[in-house]
């Protein structure tokens, strides 16, 4: 009955993050509690995927210690499995979180440099805009507001905030 319960305890969240995987995040982002991460730039402790990563690993650790009989207390293996799998899943969600924030330093270093309009704007609304990075040679597209300019004008970068760029017209 107890490997029951604790193949139950694998198997529902380990669908649950595979479905997460094959049909994207559906749990809402990170779950912040007040200012706990204290402007943490990586994911919350209590992110969805990280509590689905500990359920499963203390489902097979325990599972794991009553089929092989390892020792009596199986609720020890089981709380270790679940760090041990959390573990794994934070540093995964570490490392995509990282590869996310390099596009902000990437967009700042456009600053100065000339881009063409490649959505018209108004001073109401947002476009984008095609701009060179100086430093890589890459090709980034930026949102882009702050002036009336239609597609295929050029414009200087004067900063970029939030993922969006304040843009002039090049005289």
């Not at 200012?35 to 650790?61: A, Q, T, Y």
């Not at 293996?77 to 799998?85: K, L, N, P, R």
């Not at 090709?139 to 507001?145: E, I």
Request: hydrophobic fraction near 45%.
């Amino acid at each position: 009955m107890n490997e029951f319960v604790y193949l139950m305890i694998t198997i529902i969240p380990g669908l649950l993050l595979m479905a997460m995987l094959a049909f994207g995040d559906f749990d809402g982002g990170d779950a912040d509690v007040g200012d706990i991460d204290g402007g943490w730039e990586g994911p919350s402790p209590f992110n969805g995927k990280l509590i689905l990563g500990f359920f499963c690993g203390f489902g097979l650790g325990g599972l794991l210690c009553l089929h092989y009989n390892w020792f009596s207390a199986h609720w020890i293996a089981a709380v270790v499995g679940g760090f041990v799998i959390y573990g794994f899943v934070f540093a995964l969600l570490l490392t995509l979180y990282s590869q996310r924030s390099n596009s902000q330093p990437k967009a700042n270093s456009t600053i100065g440099s000339t881009a063409t309009v490649k959505a018209a704007m108004t001073l109401t609304t947002v476009g984008e805009i095609e701009v060179v990075d100086p430093k890589t040679g890459s090709t980034l597209f930026l949102r882009a507001s702050g002036i009336d300019a239609k597609v295929g004008e050029q414009v200087k970068v004067l900063k970029v905030s939030g993922g969006t760029a304040t843009v002039e017209k090049v005289s």
